[in-house]
């Protein structure tokens, strides 16, 4: 099968397709409605190995990843206090070795978005969020679906639980403490700081892909590394302008002035 007849097959099956190069994303999604056939057709003539990605608008995700040292989304899911709640699902397996436990949307219980819901383990639920699915590839490796039987109908996806649904809700006053984020130096393993020089290269993201926890989290680090405070602006604004989908200057600056302000009054840097 060509990636022009899996889009279609998705489409078929429900879901909204993404056109993408790697994991970026070749198209406006953000509040557009589905693909049709005819656009779908035309997109992968024009892009024939594109990957596919599609929206959670129908389904959200629980994204379980495990970070060289640093968090186990495995281990968070182990020792969950609830494993009633993770429903035998359809999921796929990730280049970099995580999973990914799809499940239907409940009626009238709108799932929520709550990246970093437990120590490597995000939830995927926004309508303009989207993941990757089979058989696209990145450089890290395939997709893969862990269920042998896929194709027939979205059948083997379950709906989520009410108590799941719940369970997710972010937690608003700690979204709004700063965490610093941890730095614990691996030789041959990748490390916050490579994280953060990724990023440079990466940007933040898209619109509602938590691209707000990003930008602060990649600020905090630099703070935390004694970046003086001038290159930490530079180096914001420069790495949300490689993301697929910038922020507004004003919105940058603002995440930015206010982490700086945090850190002085804690006396965590320095201003130079």
């Given at each position: 099968m060509t990636m022009m007849d899996w889009a279609l097959k998705y489409s078929r099956l429900g879901f909204s397709v993404i056109p993408t190069k790697e994991k970026t994303p070749l198209i406006k999604f953000a509040d557009c409605p589905p693909l049709i056939e005819q656009e779908i057709e035309k997109l992968w003539t024009i892009h024939p190995n594109a990957n596919i990605a599609v929206k959670t608008d129908k389904f959200f995700v629980i994204d379980i990843d495990r970070h060289d040292g640093g968090e186990d989304g495995f281990k968070s899911i182990a020792m969950y206090e609830h494993p009633e709640y993770f429903r035998n699902t359809m999921y796929q397996k990730t280049p970099n070795g995580g999973e990914q436990l799809f499940y239907f949307k409940k009626n009238g219980e709108p799932a929520n978005q709550n990246i970093g819901w437990l120590p490597g383990v995000d939830v995927k639920a926004h309508e303009n969020n989207y993941v990757m699915v089979p058989p696209s590839t990145t450089k890290k490796g395939t997709y893969e679906w862990a269920v042998s039987d896929f194709g027939v109908a979205p059948t083997a996806i379950v709906t989520a639980s009410k108590e799941l649904v719940q369970a997710v809700v972010p937690n608003q006053l700690a979204n709004q403490d700063f965490?610093?984020?941890?730095?614990?130096?691996?030789?041959?393993?990748k490390n916050k700081t490579t994280e953060i020089l990724e990023t440079v290269a990466?940007?933040?993201g898209s619109e509602n892909t938590g691209r707000n926890d990003r930008l602060t989290k990649f600020v905090g680090g630099l703070l935390l590394r004694g970046v003086e405070t001038d290159r930490v602006r530079a180096l914001a604004h420069q790495t949300n302008r490689n993301s697929v989908d910038p922020m507004p200057d004003k919105e940058v600056s603002a995440t930015v002035e206010?982490?700086?302000?945090k850190h002085l009054r804690e006396g965590a840097v320095n201003n130079r």
């Open positions: 965490k610093r984020p941890g730095f614990r130096p691996k030789n041959g393993s990466e940007g933040f206010s982490i700086i302000k």
